[in-house]
């Protein structure tokens, strides 16, 4: 069984950057690892991919400004993310599927969720 746990969000001004964490319990360095957000009234959405063999995807809203990368001694992800603006504003949450995911795979191929970290980004 694995568990995920989100830590690093939290409030800043558009421009801004903050690095999201998700520790996870468990083996997860043979998954694939995610981040997703979903803002009030929407539905979640992928943002970041790392697959089970390194490789990177992200949506189009984040690319160029947010980073997933993963350190498998520490079972940690994590999301930099850069320049931020109110658009970016969500929970946003962690995932983990246990077969190759990339960003054009929805919320249900994913196994694993953690509760969500709240990102709130003022203009």
């Known amino acids: 069984q694995v568990q995920l746990v989100e830590s690093g969000g939290g409030s800043v001004q558009s421009g801004g950057s903050l690095r999201l964490s998700c520790t996870a319990s468990?083996?997860?360095?043979?998954?694939?690892m995610a981040w997703f957000r979903q803002a009030p009234g929407k539905e979640r959405e992928g943002v970041a991919v790392m697959d089970l063999y390194g490789g990177t995807s992200y949506s189009d809203p984040v690319k160029g400004r947010f980073t997933i990368s993963r350190d498998n001694a520490k079972n940690t992800l994590y999301l930099q993310m850069n320049r931020l603006t109110p658009a970016d504003t969500a929970m946003y949450y962690c995932?983990?599927?246990?077969?190759?995911?990339?960003?054009?795979?929805?919320?249900?191929?994913?196994?694993?969720w953690g509760l969500g970290t709240q990102v709130t980004v003022s203009s």
């Open positions: 995932a983990a599927g246990t077969a190759y995911r990339n960003i054009f795979h929805g919320q249900n191929a994913y196994n694993y």
């Open positions: 468990g083996y997860t360095s043979s998954m694939s």
